[in-house]
């Protein structure tokens, strides 16, 4: 019989059971291998506090739980970060390290007369159009006829954050739309 307090014994001891215990949960065998060694050593780092109020085994699966609670919220924030980038319709303009595919121009044209131009306003409202529908009403509340943020949260029933990003969308495929049909066009003419 091994001493069951004993780390040195605890591989063999509790191995097989800890492993099939993270393979019923995660089904990944070397998944459930890496999960076993994390808690075996977790176990041995905190030995010192187990107070002994329940079986070691007890006391490892417990461990082992948090292992792979730990591991799925991890893979659930890179997985939704994966996802939000590639449904994010502004991922087009940026290579995969971030950088863009075309830098934006400055535009050396006087703010006021873009205002006063019908022909601008007609290519900046087919540009709005071409927006997605709720990016298209957040930005004319906000953008165009100024209303506050949380008029705009209020009316359209989202968050704060949730605006700031529809903006930032909305603004970048403006950008990108204007840059490609008002002010490379006045460049050709």
Not at 127 to 152: N, T, Y
């Amino acid at each position: 019989m091994t001493d069951n307090n004993n780390p040195h014994n605890w591989l063999n001891d509790h191995g097989d059971y800890l492993y099939r215990y993270a393979m019923s949960r995660l089904h990944d065998e070397e998944l459930a291998s890496d999960l076993l060694q994390e808690t075996l050593l977790a176990g041995w780092k905190g030995h010192a506090g187990f107070s002994g109020s329940s079986s070691v085994r007890t006391w490892l699966v417990g461990i082992m739980k948090h292992k792979i609670i730990d591991h799925i919220r991890k893979e659930i924030r890179e997985r939704n970060l994966v996802e939000s980038v590639e449904s994010d319709p502004t991922s087009a303009y940026f290579d995969a390290d971030g950088s863009w595919h075309e830098a934006p121009q400055a535009w050396h044209e006087n703010p006021e007369a873009l205002c006063a131009s019908g022909q601008f306003h007609t290519v900046l409202d087919r540009c709005i159009e071409k927006l997605p529908e709720k990016q298209q009403l957040v930005f004319r509340m906000r953008d165009v006829s100024g209303e506050e943020s949380e008029a705009v949260c209020n009316t359209c029933d989202i968050s704060a954050t949730h605006l700031h990003v529809l903006l930032h969308r909305a603004r970048m495929a403006l950008r990108y739309c204007l840059q490609h049909h008002w002010f490379n066009q006045e460049e050709k003419s």
